[in-house]
């Protein structure tokens, strides 16, 4: 079975017990406490909130980043694979962008490293936004309210893509859930849990979820084999981080999945196959580690994954800048 490093605990001790407090024992599990965000250029970030939510980065004029990234619905779009652009059927599922700056790289198999590399990708993308950065580029250009907020925040009276992705990362190091029930009893409040609750994750850590769920978001930290015990059958096309690497190695390899707020990002697996938390848990025991769970251990691991949800982003809606004469019209039919 796949293992890697535990997490340098000494370290997480040193930078939790000094910050916030947390009692020490709690350090001792698999999972650590979601930090807050640290926010420190708030223009940035309110910049790049407004770019999130807003649909004329697409061909359309109707996709945004919040369209399968839903932040109502634990940043997700709760469908098999995403639609795109012309109603175009997506590939893969979209996991979620919440804690997704805690992830090693980004998208199932890792081919952007940072969030910011990640960004630009969805603009351009033929089977999701459609558009391409120069288009996109002149449209903000084209909107005095946008010209004016990114001479505020970067000094420039030229908008680049750069800026644009920087901005859009910047918020997505803010979409972090912390306190949620299960941080609260690592931080020794022991009645956030029920018993089940807490048995459920005793069956998650014995039974060996956690060599591959580990860390603040419970995975995102490392590419694992989708099928260890038995072979995982897909009619999906994914490959895997194969297809980055080149390595035959790395063939069905997907970044393991965060299980933070993982009640409310279903489906479940790269092509969405899993409908239910119950059917997931019931797959992964079978070809990751070759249990079958009863039905009540199965229910209780569940109530555990529930109690991963964490504070949801909260914020007044962002209201973007009107378009002006010149913006280039949407073609939300081509
Ligand atoms: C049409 C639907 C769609 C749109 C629009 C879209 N995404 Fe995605 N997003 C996806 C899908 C699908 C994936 C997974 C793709 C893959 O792994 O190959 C993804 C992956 C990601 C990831 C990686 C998460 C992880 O855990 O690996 C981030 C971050 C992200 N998108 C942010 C954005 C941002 C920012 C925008 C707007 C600029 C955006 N997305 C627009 C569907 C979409
Ligand atoms: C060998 C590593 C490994 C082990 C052990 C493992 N998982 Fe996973 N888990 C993964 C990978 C990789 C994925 C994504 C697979 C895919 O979609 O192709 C995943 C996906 C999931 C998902 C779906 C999340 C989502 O957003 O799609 C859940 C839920 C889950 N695992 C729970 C568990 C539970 C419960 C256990 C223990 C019974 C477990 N896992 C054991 C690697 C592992």
């Not at 901005?167 to 859930?177: D, G, H, N, P, S």
């Not at 807490?198 to 084999?225: M, R």
């Amino acid at each position: 079975m796949p293992r890697r490093t535990l997490f340098p605990v000494a370290v997480v001790v040193a930078l939790m017990a000094g910050t916030a407090g947390i009692a020490l024992a709690a350090m001792d599990e698999p999972i650590q406490p979601i930090a807050p965000a640290k926010v420190s250029n708030p223009g940035l970030v309110e910049l790049g909130k407004k770019l999130f939510f807003d649909t004329r980065l697409s061909k359309s004029g109707f996709i945004s980043c919040n369209s399968c990234h839903n932040l109502s619905m634990g940043g997700s779009d709760n469908l098999k694979t995403s639609i795109g652009h012309n109603w175009q059927k997506g590939p893969i599922n979209a996991p979620t962008v919440l804690n997704s700056s805690l992830n090693v790289a980004q998208f199932w198999d890792g081919r952007a490293l940072t969030l910011q590399d990640q960004a630009g990708g969805p603009i351009a993308n033929p089977g999701e936004m459609a558009f391409t950065h120069t288009l996109a580029v002149t449209t903000l250009q084209s909107i005095p309210g946008y010209v004016a907020e990114f001479k505020a925040v970067f000094g420039t009276d030229k908008v680049s893509i750069e800026e644009v992705t920087k901005a859009i990362a910047a918020f997505e190091e803010t979409l972090v859930t912390p306190n949620s029930r299960f941080d609260k009893w690592l931080m020794g409040d022991k009645g956030a849990l029920t018993n089940a609750e807490l048995e459920g994750y005793e069956l998650f850590k014995d039974s060996g979820c956690t060599a591959c769920h580990n860390g603040a978001a419970a995975g995102g930290n490392t590419f694992q084999k989708m099928g260890v015990v038995e072979p995982y059958k897909s009619s999906s096309p994914a490959e895997g981080r194969v297809a980055v690497t080149k390595e035959e190695a790395d063939r069905f390899n997907f970044k393991v999945p965060t299980l933070r707020n993982v009640e409310l990002t279903y489906p479940y697996f790269h092509d969405g196959e899993a409908a239910t938390l119950a059917q997931a848990v019931d797959v992964m025991g079978r070809i990751q580690l070759g249990k079958r769970f009863t039905e009540p251990e199965n229910a209780k691991i569940v109530a555990f994954l529930k109690t991963l949800t964490g504070d949801q982003p909260s914020f007044p809606l962002p209201i973007l800048p009107p378009s002006s004469d010149k913006t280039p019209q949407p073609k939300p039919f081509d």
